[in-house]
């Protein structure tokens, strides 16, 4: 009988557990044995689960609370955490191999076995009826419909494996702290850090939906895109209050990095929450941006009010709200939404009374005006503003047009108020 042998029913049980878990995140923040160490995608892409090193369970958005081992027991700190693809079921992993299964089948762990490094992933199989744990050494224990893609287990490495990833089209991608990737099994290899000097050591990789690609994401939050994952913006240069621990992508490309002090940065992804309030703090700059939460920045109008939007495009955002205020124009307006601001305006811009169908499914131009399914605004992810007073004709538009794509920011056609990083 493993000690690592747990199953969790979701049910009644989990539901009561659910506004536990809520309150024990609201503004404490992870730290010590009890620090963050995994984030994980909601179902969806519509939320995401943090899981600590004393496997305790939080969760945003859309995400579901499966259960926890917090209060229990463990052998070994948690390391790592995946979501069952589909079921929304949830695998915790052990550094000593230990797997939790909180609404997921078990199928096997390295639990009570003697294993050569520590485990540092635990990587699902896409139909979610298997997982494969990888060791620091890159040694690799699968389980259920798992097939083995190889090992490193015995090859030299320069750094130790820190995590890995299983891309669309099967085999397994492992990146090591200083950069290096390692494609096994058929994954494609894509390029890798290896051999150049980091600021920070690598500590997490997600894969491209297509499989053709993957970002590394180092310690201080930077990004390295390859193949075709597009860069989705980096912190590398921001202070930190906590080191960057693990990554994961939700809806499309966008990313959700994880401090370990449970502060959540979204990257050209919603913001959904995070155990801190107030995190990462910079000193107040002359001219940029106020860092306000581990995914937003606040960048102050000239006539008063301020913008709010991503942490990686603040800085650009004050620098352009300064240039037009020193070449006489006055700009402010509205930029980061969140996800329950995007909600309310889908059932009020797409269909009466609002349905499930009209606020999640419809076509977003169906809507009047346009507007995007919840958890895929360009305004959720912290990177469109929506000016005010800036029709075509007004100072505003005017400057907008001569000047902002200098500060990284695009119109959207038809709607002379609505610029972003994408111009969508
Ligand atoms: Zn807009």
Redesign the pocket.
Known sequence: MSRSRILLAAGTVATALTAVAITATAGHALGGPDAGTAIVAAPGGTGYAIVSGTGGQYNYGSSVFTGSMAGQPLAAPMVDAATRPGSGGLWMAGADGGVFAFGAPFYGSMGNKPLSKPIVAIVPTASGNGYTLVGADGGTFNFGDAPYPGSLAGTKLAAPIVDAVRPAGGGLLLAAADGGVFALGGAQFQGSMGGTALARPVTAIVDSPSGKGYLLVGQDGGTFAFGDFPFPGSLAGKRLNAPVVDAVRGIDTGVWMLGSDGGVFAMSAPFYGSAVTQANTPPAPAVGSTVVTGALAKATCPAGGSITVSVTIGDQVARMLAAARAGGTSLCGSGWRSVDGQIALRKQNCGQPPTNDTIYNKSPSACKPPTARPGTSM?EKGL?I?FTNCNRGSACFTWLSGNAATYGLHNLPG?D??WSTTGR
């Open positions: 305004h469109a929506d709607e108020w609505h």
